[in-house]
């Protein structure tokens, strides 16, 4: 089986989930398959190459971070750039800080948009990893997510090589506010985006804001950083910054800067796991309903999340 996976991803929490769909996709099917199956990583970008061919696959997966309780501008896109299928089999996995339920319309334009190409989309499911902005989660609680971020995509994996489906068209009442705060926050996205500026006192030109913009809005001309109008608000100049030296206009305050070092996270052993709902203490309440259902979820396949540990 040939996968692929078109992947949109700022600071890089919805690009580790898809390496763990390759793993896990991988994994599955090299036990009871003639061939392991064949994982492609697509990531979705203007300095990408040449966008691959779904007709050339078994499988499509579309990955991105939810913005505005939306698809990304570049997701969306994506969607309307890919060529028409025969009812190419489909799935949808999301990222975003936090399990709300307010999420679940995120995808609703992009199956749109994919059913009348012919895609048939199987599947949607979100996972929560570390916010890139807003606030810093606590080392505690990143190690919680990317431990489960391992065996929810172990269970989506199953459940994909499993032909497993399942409904991913929302009624109406649900998903009214979605287009509205989408439209509104893309066209805030490019307006704002020319304020980021940098600070030349911290900056030593490494120019790692260049090269990580997926849309190629930072240039570095006559001795200056500027910002264009094609910001998506992905966040990836700011958090990837190791000097932190570039300053985000209104979003100064919410910004966050430098890598979880997840895997590392992961592997410690000083760190408490679980850390919801155990130890949750003031906002980090608001993650006990997404883990009760992810338990329930990971028990009912018979899956126990400590085995990630």
């Not at 020319?194 to 490494?206: E, I, L, P, S």
Request: positive net charge; aromatic residues 12%.
């Amino acid at each position: 089986m040939k996968v692929i996976l078109y992947v949109f991803s700022g600071t890089g929490n919805t690009l580790k989930v898809a390496s763990l769909y390759k793993k896990f996709l991988e994994n599955s099917t090299a036990a009871d398959a003639e061939e392991p199956a064949a994982v492609d990583i697509y990531r979705v970008s203007a300095k990408s190459g040449p966008l691959p061919n779904p007709n050339d696959y078994d499988l499509v997966g579309l990955g991105y971070p939810i913005h505005g309780f939306s698809a990304p501008e570049p997701a969306i896109k994506l969607c309307k750039a890919l060529p028409k299928v025969q009812n190419k089999r489909t799935f949808i996995f999301k990222t975003s800080g936090e399990g709300l339920h307010i999420n679940d319309c995120s995808s609703q334009k992009c199956i749109k948009i994919l059913k009348k190409k012919g895609y048939d989309v199987v599947m949607e499911r979100h996972v929560v990893m570390p916010y890139n902005m807003i606030y810093r989660h606590k080392d505690e609680m990143a190690k919680q997510m990317w431990i489960y971020a391992h065996a929810l995509v172990d269970l989506n994996c199953r459940e994909i090589i499993a032909d497993k489906r399942e409904r991913v068209t929302l009624p109406f009442y649900k998903t009214f506010y979605c287009p509205p705060v989408a439209f509104l926050e893309q066209k805030f996205a490019h307006l704002h985006g020319t304020a980021f500026k940098v600070d030349a006192k911290k900056c030593v030109g490494c120019n790692r804001c260049v090269n990580v913009c997926p849309q190629n809005n930072i240039k570095f001309e006559d001795g200056k950083y500027k910002f264009g109008h094609d910001c998506v608000l992905c966040m990836g100049c700011s958090f990837g910054c190791p000097k932190d030296a570039i300053s985000v206009g209104v979003f100064k305050f919410w910004k966050v800067n430098g890598s979880y070092r997840l895997d590392e996270l992961k592997d410690d052993e000083s760190l408490p796991f679980p850390f919801v709902p155990n130890y949750a203490k003031g906002i980090y309440r608001l993650y006990k309903k997404y883990y009760r259902e992810a338990d329930e979820k990971l028990s009912a396949a018979g899956i126990d999340v400590k085995d990630y540990l």
